[in-house]
């Protein structure tokens, strides 16, 4: 067909067979407008899509028309209007172009019916919508998805407005149903109601808790468990592990993986192969983070029923709140450990101030340092291996994993492989005793296993009872004097219910270690962990003897 230039009207825009320029953005589509005033030619690169949406097209289906382009307003909208000569049937086509992609809308008005394809700027159709018009103006309709092979099912009211959708999938299943004027929107999976969310009066959107989630602990709860148990952990897959895990430990204070370890209506070969289900869906998910979450499950539960021969609940609560305070790591922008202690770090959010306070005070020991960073191996991947000189174990962590672990401290992330280094070594330890674990411990543990030394504990005003004489110990002026003693490293804490302000913006805290860097003829100087290096705390002599009530130190 020959196109001849024309100038149109609503943007002032040549249009042609050469099509509008569209910027940077590759051109898909070309307009064209013939000058005998007829009608709208719409080509593409795909032939098969051109002869589709060609002027000679629209004429195959209506011979007998007659054909009107419309000038508009608005940029890049075009339409042509086909009117059969005894005007009884009129249809039109009307195409809006936005950013390279373009909606083609076609309105029979005899037959209320009406088409909407919607195409990308890569020239593929995204989806295809037909319309059918009911008496009383209200309208039902049928959407299909070419992107993800789904259809949906509409029902419109007067306005055009979609008032209740139904999405299924190519096999006929139903993934989801949302109705506007109730305000549900339900979400299923493998055709089972997994999810609600629902309007209130105030418009704000309220999630009722996850059914798969209640449908688990129907199953389990009271004695014995259910016997659809199996058949429902089987629908859990990777797309909604995560959410079901989550909804459940929030509805039953438990989480799901202690539930099946803990149930006696279970065998031990039960119960493996149900959390092993769970964690197969957590590994199917794409992310090095949910990953390593379910191989130490996996882990756990085997020594747990095959090594002790019993479920530590304790313990098994200990490790999966630990897991549940991590958060997922941005694999784009990967801290890299260097095998150096050469940057800022302090305490996360795992209460081992016992740990990170003691890796100060060796970090600020020139024989402190040597000993830390002679732990660190550093690999080409990324990787980091750590050594624990004291009970003569190694562990080996990615980058993405000690990435991961955000829940630790925060900065240096060789400091960060430590700890994960220590908690693995708890880990392996462990046993029945729930004691050997990061959260809370004491700080000569630390530097034991980093050092191989053994350090000494001193704890203060505490009456004790020899023979009938009581006697009251005391931090001395000469152990505060030992606070400056080269590779000298020392922590410090008090473990009464007490604290103590020394002005508007500072207050020691009981049952929290702090180290400690010198000392002068007036003031002991000390830092907390929960701290960078350059916060650092000045304590009068009389203060600190009043205040703290356990030493640990060492010599290195």
Same mark, same amino acid.
Not at 45 to 49: G, H, I, V
Not at 348 to 355: H, K
Not at 475 to 479: A, F, L, R, W
């Given at each position: 067909?020959h196109?001849? !230039?024309?100038?149109?009207t609503h943007?002032g825009?040549?249009?042609n067979s050469k099509?509008?320029?569209?910027?940077?953005t590759?051109?898909?589509?070309?307009f064209?407008?013939q000058?005998?005033n007829? @009608?709208?030619?719409?080509?593409h690169?795909?032939?098969?899509?051109k002869e589709?949406?060609?002027?000679e097209n629209?004429?195959?289906k209506?011979p007998e @028309?007659?054909?009107?382009?419309r000038?508009h307003?608005? !940029?890049? %909208?075009?339409?042509?209007?086909a009117?059969?000569?005894?005007k009884?049937?009129?249809?039109t086509?009307?195409?809006?172009?936005?950013?390279?992609?373009?909606?083609?809308k076609?309105?029979d008005?005899?037959t209320g019916?009406s088409k909407?394809?919607y195409?990308?700027s890569s020239?593929?159709?995204?989806?295809?919508?037909d319309k059918?018009?009911?008496e009383?103006?209200?309208?039902?309709?049928?959407?299909?998805?070419?992107t993800?092979?789904t259809?949906?099912? *509409? !029902?419109?009211n007067s306005?055009?407005?979609?008032i209740h959708?139904?999405?299924?999938? !190519?096999?006929?299943i139903?993934?989801?149903e949302?109705?506007s004027e109730?305000?549900?929107?339900?979400?299923f999976?493998?055709?089972?109601l997994y999810?609600?969310?629902?309007?209130?009066?105030k418009?704000?959107?309220?999630?009722h808790e996850n059914?798969?989630a209640?449908?688990l602990?129907?199953?389990?709860?009271?004695?014995?468990?259910g016997?659809?148990?199996a058949?429902?952990?089987?629908?859990?897959d990777?797309d909604i592990v995560?959410d079901?895990?989550k909804?459940?430990?929030?509805k039953?204070?438990?989480? *799901?993986?202690?539930?099946?370890l803990?149930?006696?209506?279970?065998?031990?070969?039960?119960? *493996?192969?149900y959390v092993?289900?769970i964690t197969?869906a957590?590994?199917?998910?794409?992310?090095?983070?949910?990953k390593d979450?379910a191989?130490k499950?996996?882990?756990?539960?085997?020594?747990q029923?095959?090594k002790?021969?019993?479920?530590?609940?304790?313990y098994i609560e200990?490790?999966l709140?630990?897991?549940n305070?991590r958060?997922?790591f941005?694999?784009k922008?990967?801290?890299?450990?260097?095998g150096?202690?050469d940057?800022?770090?302090k305490q996360?959010?795992?209460?081992?101030?016992?740990?990170i306070?003691?890796?100060?005070?060796?970090s600020l020991q020139p024989?402190g340092k040597?000993?830390l960073e002679d732990s660190?191996q550093t690999?080409e991947?990324?990787?980091?291996?750590?050594?624990?000189?004291?009970v003569n174990?190694?562990?080996t962590?990615?980058?993405a994993e000690?990435?991961g672990?955000?829940?630790l401290?925060?900065?240096?992330?060789?400091? %960060?492989?430590?700890?994960?280094?220590?908690d693995?070594?708890?880990y392996?330890?462990?046993?029945?005793n729930t004691r050997l674990d990061?959260?809370?411990?004491?700080?000569h *543990?630390a530097?034991?296993?980093?050092?191989g030394?053994?350090g000494r504990?001193l704890t203060a005003?505490?009456?004790?009872?020899i023979?009938?004489?009581?006697?009251?110990?005391t931090?001395?002026?000469?152990?505060i004097n030992?606070?400056n003693?080269?590779?000298?490293v020392?922590t410090?804490a008090?473990?009464?219910?007490e604290i103590?302000?020394?002005?508007?913006?500072t207050t020691l805290?009981?049952m929290h270690e702090?180290?400690?860097? %010198?000392?002068d003829s007036t003031?002991v100087?000390?830092?907390?962990p929960?701290?960078?290096f350059s916060?650092?705390?000045?304590?009068p %002599?009389e203060?600190f003897i009043?205040?703290?009530?356990?030493i640990?130190?060492?010599?290195?």
């Open positions: 067909m196109v001849d !230039k024309v100038k149109s943007n825009t040549p249009i099509g509008i320029d569209s910027g940077k590759e051109k898909m589509f070309d064209g407008v000058n005998n007829e @009608g709208l030619c719409i080509e690169k795909d032939a098969n899509w589709q949406f060609s002027l629209i004429k195959k209506y @028309g007659i054909y009107k382009y000038e307003d608005e !940029k890049g %909208r075009h339409t042509v209007v009117t059969s000569a005894e009884q049937q009129s249809v086509y009307q195409f809006l172009k936005r950013d390279n992609s373009i909606i083609i076609e309105w008005d005899k019916s909407i394809t195409i990308n020239g593929e159709i995204e989806y295809i919508e059918q018009l009911n009383d103006k209200t309208s039902v309709g049928l959407r299909y998805n070419y993800d092979e259809t949906a099912e *509409l !029902k419109y306005l055009g407005e979609v959708k139904v999405v299924k999938d !190519k096999n006929g139903i993934l989801e949302n109705d109730s305000g549900t929107h339900k979400i999976h493998n055709g089972v999810k609600i969310h629902q309007k209130d009066s418009n704000h959107i309220s999630t059914l798969f209640n449908m602990y129907d199953d389990i709860k009271g004695l014995g468990t016997k659809e148990f058949e429902h952990l089987n629908m859990i990777k995560v079901v895990l909804d459940y430990e929030k039953m204070n438990e989480s *799901l993986i202690s539930s099946i803990c149930e006696i209506g279970l065998s031990k070969e039960q119960r *493996l192969e092993k289900i197969g957590l590994s199917d998910v794409d992310d090095v983070y949910y979450i191989q499950i996996n882990r756990e539960a085997e020594y029923l095959n002790i021969g019993f479920v530590n609940t304790d200990l490790f709140s630990k897991l305070k958060k997922p941005d694999s922008n990967l801290d890299m450990p260097n150096k202690i940057k800022d770090f996360g959010n795992i209460g081992d101030c016992w740990l306070s003691s890796i100060m005070a060796l024989k040597k000993i660190i690999h991947d990324g990787s980091v291996t750590v050594t624990l000189k004291g174990k190694s562990y962590f990615s980058a000690i990435n672990n955000n829940n401290s925060h900065g240096d992330m060789d400091v %960060r492989a430590i700890e994960m280094a220590i693995n070594y708890f392996d330890e462990r046993g029945v990061i959260d809370g411990n004491d700080p *543990l530097f034991q296993i980093l050092t030394k053994n504990t005003h505490i009456i004790s009872s023979k009938g004489h009581y006697f009251d110990n931090i001395t002026e000469k152990q030992d606070f003693k080269e590779n000298h020392v410090v008090n473990n009464r219910d103590l302000k020394l002005d508007d913006e805290i009981s702090y180290l400690v860097k %010198r000392a003031n100087y000390i830092l907390d929960l701290k960078n916060n650092e705390i000045t304590v %002599r203060k009043e205040f703290f009530n356990q640990n130190e060492m010599d290195l």
